[in-house]
Nanobody, 125 residues
Framework: QVQLVESGGGLVQAGGSLRLSCAAS????????MGWFRQSPGKEREFVAV????????NYADSVKGRFTISRDNAKNTVYLQMNSLKPEDTAVYYC??????????????????WGQGTQVTASS
């Protein structure tokens, strides 16, 4: 079982940047692909980004490509989401999650077995 704790959320003006962190613990954390998801009020939770177990490959939702970057440091058991050029529509609770797979190729929510508690990101216009 992997335990996940997100941090780094906050309030930022549109066009600004934030970096989210996700601290992972547990025996299989470093061998799992890791993902970021988000949920806005009244909307379903949606995929944002995923990174392979070794950090070598990534996938992104079209809505964040070119603005967000996912990375990981397995020595620190931490996954990051660098968010630049934030837009009001990026406002959401952001969750990190650990996949049952090591590959970045699978990013349906059903393949993520462990979830953090979420961190609020608000981009004001």
């Amino acid at each position: 079982q992997v335990q996940l704790v997100e941090s780094g959320g906050g309030l930022v003006q549109a066009g600004g940047s934030l970096r989210l962190s996700c601290a992972a613990s547990g025996r299989t954390a470093s061998s799992s692909a890791m993902g970021w998801f988000r949920q806005s009020p009244g909307k379903e939770r949606e995929f944002v980004a995923v990174i392979s177990w070794n950090g070598g490959s990534t996938n992104y939702a079209d809505s964040v490509k070119g603005r967000f970057t996912i990375s990981r440091d397995n020595a620190k058991n931490t996954v990051y989401l660098q968010m630049n050029s934030l837009k009001p529509e990026d406002t959401a609770v952001y969750y990190c999650a650990a996949s049952i797979y090591s590959s970045h190729s699978y990013y349906a929510q059903t393949v993520f077995r462990s979830w953090g508690q979420g961190t609020q990101v608000t981009a004001s216009s």
